[in-house]
């Protein structure tokens, strides 16, 4: 069960309101890089995770800091909309630097939200669960995770870069800070449970003799006039221990033609297709 | 530019045609774990390759292989639905195992492809591009890559778990090694460019002072009845080599109360609001 | 079975067109908040009414009034469209101001559209038919549309608010007045049904021993810092006249916690989780 | 912030599995009627709340509580995949009945999330976040979360009636009951704002002289050969006071024929439109 | 402006309701070769009509016409639903082909809307807007009707081919009339032009020297291990009258390798692509 | 299977970037009128092809062919964000042309993608799959890929008009020659097959007793004060030679009334509805 407070988990503040930045800060809301993934991510891995009941509270608890972060961007959103003109005949408007309002911003902040955030990225696109990667493997999950806060702290990068808000500069190395520890949580619960090498191939239970092992270990290189691209990837022990690198050049098909035959009748082809 | 060669990268055999079969085999062309989402991830990220020219190479020569994994998967969807009925009145629709096409099995194979592949998922719900991440950071989609492989052979391993046909087997026990290697080739990428300690945080080049550090490597326990759990994210060194994990144990919040005030006149609020 | 007559529901001016009003005017037609919206839901109510005819005649008469809005909509996009630039040569698209085409306007009334209305939002994602609600609940059917028409007139205003060309405040003028009746013609027909009380809980025909009733009536105050708010929906008679409100503050949970132990062999989870 | 305890706010029961009610009830977790939506509903509008501080909280406070909701569902969802089959040999897979794993169940929860819930309807189909209703109008905002719960408990009581399963009834008889309230929550405070009557027409902040009131109370009758029917939405006071219901019978266009004359060059239109 | 009359455009009979067939004939509405589709593709292409006004006649014509297959198609899903069950205790779900509610029929039918027609595919995907083609060249939005009404024909055979019920072969056998007659009339006007070859290349107002015509007229064989197919395409006159067409047999790349150089120091990049 | 050559298929060169260009170039990329639908529609149409195996190769090659297209325009997308400014400091962000980045331009090509191209069109929407039009009939697809290359063509030119850049115009100017030829090249496959008379109606081995062909030649003006608009579709011979074309002024509906009757009970409608 959730419990809210009221005041935010870091302080947010804007010294000077930005409509462009508001639109931009949306990708961290609503983008697939963004907070309610992530959020959402956690909360239906904790659901489903089976195994170590530590995963599990992991789990749960970083859904719920997620959340805490939506609800400051949210709050930062709305107070880079404050003084936006819901007019064209405003002076702001007319301002050819806050006119942005329709040139660079969402205009959706000012017809459909009233000035505050929404569950959309920074084109305005609404965020969809389908990107909430919950497998029910719990290294499949964390190399998700890791993934999910790698490109989040991409993101707040190129959000720190751009701005020159002081306060949004401030609360966005907080969202840095917990990205970087997230990144790391989640490479550690990997470590915990004995090793990346340990937990190769995932999902490791699959077995051996479930794989065409002799397809399982070498670069395909399918690219016509360019010899493959050599590497840690082609050559050295496999990173599971079981096997070495190797590559293949110019790979020659293996399987056959796929020819499916006519069409049947009453199958809705052409009648030259039967 | 890209070619294309008449046979199938390994054969494809159905020793028993199973429209439901045809139906759970599209989750690995058009579903999120699927070979449509690698194919096109690897390409935009090819596209977009800056730095080492070895990794573009990687990342073109891999989506062109999955190319060829969509072809293959799509003709063994076809070749599940060979027999498919196309009439109630149809002997194979009134037995009761058969007659799974209108159960478990995918209407729209019968209706709208013609007995065909389509790019779905499991569900009949098409893939959306929104699905390919491209960040420009190699390390972010480094670990995206690996993500998706993993997802993928988890998924594989389902499809082989499932099935019983031997033509199926033989084919996914080829899926599943090259899923075994991809996810090792992206990883290799990470030791290629100095093992992982050097990659994080991601991404490494934000500079430290854009980075509130003070709270970079602690776990955040939000629940309010448990101690946190303890392990690996909670103790000893980051896994970044700058510091060490902690923990906080029932964390304050920090942040204001956030309040909006009132509403704008011709903001569209009720009278109330203003 | 529908007809049309070849003029406008009302007269459609445009005096000084402005594709940004054009992208603007979008929201109306493709918006959730839009007239492709209510037009499908109450065709789609009207064709699943089930009860008291005249409410499937009032759903369908209004789905049809409605097509002649989207019908007027269009109409002010392509005049805000004309003279619209199409070269980046154009006198006009280097008219800081008309230059607007690529700013806060929408690209594709360029690219895609040939300067006309398209059925997507003022951000340019397309209407998608999820948004048509219709439970086959009368009460339920009717809140939605009265929310339906709420958020269109609160659009509607914002457009009169944001544009100064006399046509268009006279054209939504209009539809604002048009928002304004049928928000009352749906709370209405709840009204002709016995009122709002007779129509609680919704549905009213599940037998109460079905619910869990004394959960029915209580605030429950999760936030852990804060009093209860206090107000009509924490005392007094509840609205359907069967008890009385109250509130509980900071909760307790009722349940267990929710474990769901070990992985199943085969299902694709780590040896761990097994 | 938000915080988490480690139980469910009511006790959640399955005493026997059943893959196929899995499945139904998703559609409470990620249907447009169910927990996800008003979940983040009532947090995007506590979010963008302006003027009575109480409201916010309310908000707020029953965001936390739905969030609540989702994870008693998640859990309902995984007991009743308990035992479901991974593999078409086991003894369940051919049970006729059981067998339901594909058909009319979830393929999905088997192949993708490894029988556990999962953030999409009873179709399969993600729930996106373009469902999430906050217009920064107090009132056209509460009208759509009446409509939410009214959707919720049409849908709650249906998953009741469908199911025997003792725990799952018991269980959603909870659910129907806290609907019960939170339509009448949502309604009371527009009571508690001074009724129905003050907040309409929806938002009453629009100037009347923003709108053809001229048009703001008859019932259009599109209708050829029908009487338009008669009810409390034809005659009698407007239900905001300013005025008399009526009707207009086979109503006549006022507007002009829409003629967009000949296609610019450069348009990329066909010559025969120049 | 539009008009209803209360009657269906043609008789909708069912014998013996089938809800699995319901399910099928969601395709006819809400799929993408479904009529709500045609309904607001030709609303839309009237509404951006530009040039000859017999065709924004016959545009707008037969969008009103499609609406009421919408209408027919809507409560020939509800005639369908007729007697499928509400509970499981019911007799019908007992017995294992009524049973189908579940298996091959769409849940949401009994969940979400009353049993009645949904606005979804046979999937119970949501039709999106996105699939109204509507570009503003006459030529371009003929052929994309005729496409429409192909695939809408062979939908409707199909559903004819599947179902034995008296009433639906009836029913479907009219829709089946209408598409080949809508195929036609879209073709018609091309003839009404001048004909396709006058026509082509769409757009036939591009002037010929912003095309590279020597890539004009041949087709690229890119299948590296077999010759390229002969026929029609590769040989004789262009269909434009302009040129001859021809092949190219193993193309070689006549471009650049595109590389992009190094990252930007503060886009967010790897140190290692810097 | 497919092989990828390292140069582009033709050059592309970007004489002066602008990230506004970038986005508009999206729409090829991403757009329904874009390549990668061209692409993968092919892939899914050769994947199910039955009947003549060149039509399987001549989709194939084709296929192979666009994903070259999506690789130059995914360099020239790349290209022409080169020196977009990341930072709003930079001298080109405050450039009030520049400045573009954030009016008219996309914001994930700076904060999602490091500058390069995404699978999304040029409002930002992520492609989507639905747009693969693939039924399995011939005649069916060949329709759909003329209009799919109509719209591309159209489409292309628009985008040459916009742009003053040599480098691009030359580039465009490449890919309106190969629409050119698709376009032609499906229409010849229907010559190939005999003719458009013999293929029509679509599809033709639907048999002539399946049809209520009374209804198959004639044009339905649902137009209430308009004639019927006359022409090709409305007198002569019928396209595929069977009957003559007419048409119906002013129909009268044929069918029935469309009721439902009351809900049953146990199926969530209110009491008034029983």
Redesign the interface.
């Known amino acids: 069960?959730?419990?809210?407070?009221?005041?935010?988990?870091?302080?947010?503040r804007v010294d000077k309101p930005d409509p462009?930045f508001a639109?931009?800060l949306q990708?961290a809301i609503?983008?697939?890089?963004g907070e309610?993934r992530v959020a959402?991510q956690y909360?239906?891995q904790a659901?489903?995770?089976?195994?170590?009941?530590?995963?599990?509270?992991?789990l749960?608890?970083?859904?719920?800091?997620e959340?805490?972060h939506?609800?400051?961007l949210?709050?930062a959103v709305?107070l880079n909309l404050e003084g936006a003109p819901?007019?064209?005949?405003e002076e702001s408007a007319k301002d050819?630097v806050i006119n942005?309002?329709?040139?660079?911003?969402?205009?959706?902040h000012?017809?459909?939200?009233?000035?505050?955030?929404?569950?959309?990225?920074?084109?305005?696109?609404?965020?969809?669960?389908?990107?909430?990667?919950?497998?029910?493997?719990?290294?499949?999950d964390m190399?998700?995770n890791?993934?999910a806060?790698?490109?989040g702290?991409?993101?707040a990068?190129?959000?720190?870069?751009?701005?020159?808000d002081k306060g949004m500069?401030?609360f966005?190395?907080?969202l840095?800070?917990?990205?970087?520890?997230h990144?790391?949580?989640w490479?550690?619960?990997i470590?915990?449970?004995?090793g990346?090498q340990a937990?190769?191939?995932?999902?490791?239970?699959?077995p051996q003799e479930?794989?065409?092992?002799?397809?399982?270990?070498?670069?395909?290189?399918?690219?016509?006039?360019?010899e493959?691209?050599?590497?840690?990837?082609s050559e050295g022990p496999?990173?599971?221990g079981r096997s070495n690198?190797s590559f293949k050049q110019q790979?020659e098909?293996?399987?056959?033609?796929?020819?499916?035959?006519?069409?049947?009748?009453?199958?809705?082809?052409?009648?030259?297709?039967?």
């Open positions: 069960m959730f419990h809210h407070s009221s005041k935010l988990q870091y302080p947010v462009q639109m931009l990708q609503g983008g697939v890089e309610i959402m909360f239906f659901m489903g995770a089976r195994g170590d009941d530590r995963i599990r509270d992991l749960m608890s970083t859904a719920t800091e959340l805490a939506i609800e400051m949210g709050h709305a819901v007019s064209y005949q050819p942005a309002i329709l040139g660079g911003a969402n205009p959706r000012l017809l459909s939200s009233g000035l505050s955030a929404m569950p959309v990225n920074a084109n305005g696109v609404p965020f969809d669960m389908s990107h909430i990667y919950a497998t029910g493997n719990i290294a499949a190399q998700a890791v993934a806060e790698a490109s702290r991409v993101l990068s190129r959000l720190y870069n751009w701005t020159d500069k401030d966005l190395s907080f840095i800070a917990r990205d970087t520890y990144q790391q949580q490479l550690a619960v470590e915990d449970m004995g990346l937990s190769l191939p995932i999902p490791n239970s699959t479930h794989e065409a092992t002799e397809h399982s270990y070498y670069f395909l290189n399918t690219l016509l006039d360019k493959a691209p050599q590497g840690r990837w496999s990173l599971d690198f790979p098909p293996q399987g056959q033609v796929p020819t499916l035959g006519k069409a049947r009748p009453g199958s809705g082809a052409q009648k030259e297709q039967l």
